[in-house]
């Protein structure tokens, strides 16, 4: 519900979401008039907060632009304290329930990576890269192409992206062999690394064309050359995602997860990719 | 490698990372002297980045703790944009280099939760709640338990901890039926989504203890009420994740995907989950 119906439409600059929340709208002429300096912002905050504890609500959700960010201290005194941000804001939160415990949200807390086997069916190839910089750089080491997911990106669009932009070859999703579920992200969050195969569009070119910014050289390798790579301990879960490319490569099946676009349901709109063992 | 070995151990308040990076050490007793006032830290900021300008540094990290948030609008001023907050501080960066693009790493992009389908093997019954708040209360809607994996979590973890909040009973981790990576997360994030079977363990109770805040009513049902679920549209990914969980329930491990604990290897101690097809 909207407080709207009750205050009359542009009085308050607020919405109530569907957990009881208070979700505080930084468009919203009363709110842009109140930010206008740091004092008039501290006032309506007070003045807001004690409406909002009146009125019973629960987590205040509250968007400080980064041109607005001499806000941020106000808010903090006022009892708010820091959720999420991205490059253009960050996000504040304040709980106002005194005798329970806070249930906002956690923010984001994962990282996904994807790793791309990438196989030349023709020419029974595997495409791997050296990198430029950080911590695969400098130690002669060659590896299959990696890079992160994007929010909103699927799996499949992000390996394949990411190898044509590090190496310019041009690829076809074709499974997911393994997830590999990490705690060592940036931050102290997690990740989670897709090791996925794809294949060569026959009418790619083969002509490696490398990323001059990321990547130090890419070749096309043999199989046996992927599999006896130094730096992959035998029996760790780089080897076992290994060893499930290669029995992909070599026809088997049963050793990859497909892809299903199906419908989201529950009455919304769009599909999804669920990832499944192969029923075939 | 750190500037100490140049400039002495305590004289500036940085280390370079292994990407070109500035990581600002905000303990250090040189940035807690400069930051006692705005004015200080600001003038600081403007001597450090032009040193860090003539080395040739890149990206600069710097975490600006809640109790400090008077220097967020002074960052800003010098060019710095958020990167990624929580609850205690905000981590601003800047892109030094203005011929190149910036490589600064993207914040944590998805959340990801777990579904569990908890199976009393004994009994053929299936435990379902319904959620007291949020997009799925006030339907009369019979779902699995969910919730959210933390950050450092694994997924096995995180689904018996969930379903012993909410409802009480003692679990085991059993395999994932499926991956959901949906778009539709808080604040643009995505969200992917682990099925996963867990078994009541032999020994625990089958009495519910629905956790207060959080579920509105818990129950045991059969295998045949899960799948007729009129919430749960034919062919969505939710019917094709139920349809999987009462083929393993059957007996039917091919529906299943393992949990393998592996090294992690690349010369790091510890063991990770890595998730695969079952060979067996």
Redesign the interface.
């Known amino acids: 519900m909207t407080r709207a119906s009750e205050d009359g439409d542009r009085l308050v600059p607020w919405t109530r979401d569907?957990?009881?929340g208070v979700v505080v709208d930084v468009d919203h002429a009363a709110f842009v008039e109140a930010a206008s300096t740091t004092e008039t912002f501290d006032a309506a905050l007070g003045r807001w907060t004690t409406r909002w504890r009146a009125e019973g609500a629960r987590g205040v959700w509250l968007r400080v632009g980064?041109?607005k960010?001499?806000l941020?201290?106000v808010a903090?005194d006022r009892g708010f304290?820091?959720?999420?941000?991205?490059?253009?804001?960050?996000?504040m939160t304040a709980w106002l329930p005194e005798d329970?415990?806070s249930?906002i949200?956690?923010?984001?807390?994962?990282?996904?990576g994807v790793g791309a086997f990438v196989w030349d069916e023709e020419r029974k190839r595997v495409l791997l890269v050296q990198e430029k910089?950080?911590?695969a750089?400098g130690r002669d080491l060659w590896k299959m192409p990696t890079g992160?997911?994007?929010?909103?990106?699927?799996?499949p669009d992000a390996a394949e992206r990411e190898v044509l932009e590090e190496t310019g070859i041009e690829t076809t999703f074709e499974a997911v062999?393994?997830?590999?579920?990490?705690?060592?992200?940036?931050?102290?969050?997690?990740d989670?690394f897709f090791c996925v195969v794809l294949r060569v569009k026959p009418e790619s070119t083969r002509e490696i064309v490398t990323q001059e910014?990321?990547i130090e050289a890419a070749k096309w390798a043999s199989l046996d050359d992927f599999l006896d790579n130094p730096?992959?301990?035998r029996?760790?879960?780089?080897?076992?995602?290994h060893e499930?490319c290669a029995r992909w490569a070599s026809g088997e099946r049963?050793?990859?997860?497909v892809a299903?676009r199906?419908?989201?349901?529950?009455?919304?709109p769009g599909e999804?990719?669920?990832?499944?063992?192969?029923d075939a």
Chains 1, 2 share one sequence.
């Open positions: 569907r957990y009881g980064l041109e960010s001499e941020v201290s903090r304290e820091f959720h999420h941000a991205e490059k253009t804001y960050v996000m329970e415990a249930t949200p956690a923010n984001a807390s994962h990282q996904v910089r950080g911590p750089s992160l997911v994007d929010a909103g990106e699927d799996v062999v393994g997830v590999r579920h990490g705690h060592f992200g940036l931050f102290g969050k997690s989670l910014s990321e730096h992959v301990d029996g760790s879960h780089a080897h076992e995602l499930r049963t050793a990859g997860i299903k199906l419908p989201v349901g529950f009455g919304r999804v990719y669920t990832y499944v063992t192969d």
